[in-house]
């Protein structure tokens, strides 16, 4: 079986960080390795994350990906997940995304939706029935694969490795999760697995701002990446790449041609 770290990268989220961490000691497979990335907090977030049996490491450059990323290059793990702060995740989840993972070497990124939680009915509404959605049906077609939701994602250690050197960890002005799937490479097969769900609260989507904010972190992270990141530029990489990688053999094989478009095309 394989190892299972989280990295949860927090800013002043004392409170939230609490109940992720108690959901993740309550899950029925023990997670091995715990990080908490204080991103500048002033309150008591490194002290939860200490009490809630976490390690705790500081990075002051502000922006989620280079919080997340001093997580990534401190596990030593097979496997590493990423949740937020105000991620719940279910009792289940850790046994769960080991064992699809271990049972499907070909899958390098396994993620899921969230289930929105918060004092608003109609923010919980528009995160479940509108901005998940929108994430997985818009933007999936616009990479030729599922996207990453950065809230609830495992991937393997050795698809960081591959990444780690691309992302753009230094600009909190882009959306962490979109730049790491636009940095994958052609190989790697992102699994979205609707039924592999975290709670997730709905803060962001209780004001016009805060919704604001991640549509301009989405539109700056494709323009930082354009044109490669183009629909029709990204298809022909993905074309390219698949008439490389299948041999004539394959090709004329029936089992194979069922298996392989998947996993070549995804991303």
Excluded: C, K
Excluded at 86 to 101: C, F, G
Aim: charged share 20%; no cysteine.
């Amino acid at each position: 079986m394989s190892s299972l770290a989280v990295v949860i990268p927090a800013l002043n989220d004392a409170e939230m960080l609490q109940h992720a961490l108690e959901a993740l000691a309550a899950q029925t497979r023990p997670v091995d390795d715990i990080v908490v990335v204080d991103n500048g907090s002033t309150d008591a977030t490194a002290e939860v994350a200490r009490r809630g049996g976490a390690r705790v490491l500081f990075q002051p450059q502000r922006g989620i990906m280079s919080a997340s990323a001093t997580g990534y290059d401190a596990v030593h793990t097979d496997l590493i997940a990423r949740i937020d702060a105000d991620s719940r995740p279910p009792a289940d989840w850790a046994a769960r995304v080991v064992a699809e993972l271990d049972a499907s070497p070909a899958v390098g990124v396994l993620t899921g939706p969230g289930s929105f939680y918060g004092p608003h009915r109609w923010a919980n509404w528009l995160g479940e029935h509108l901005y998940i959605p929108a994430y997985f049906h818009i933007v999936g077609p616009w990479l030729g694969g599922p996207p990453i939701f950065g809230s609830n994602f495992v991937m393997r250690a050795s698809v960081w490795n591959e990444v780690r050197g691309l992302v753009h960890r230094d600009d909190p002005r882009l959306h962490d999760d979109l730049d790491l799937a636009l940095h994958l490479p052609l190989d790697v097969v992102v699994r979205y697995d609707e039924t592999l769900r975290v709670g997730v609260s709905a803060r962001p989507l209780e004001s016009w701002g805060g919704l604001g904010r991640r549509l301009g972190w989405a539109y700056r992270t494709f323009a930082a990446h354009w044109p490669e990141a183009s629909p029709w530029a990204r298809r022909a990489a993905r074309r390219n790449w698949v008439s490389r990688a299948v041999t004539p053999a394959e090709a004329t094989d029936p089992d194979t041609a069922a298996q392989r478009p998947d996993e070549l095309s995804a991303r």
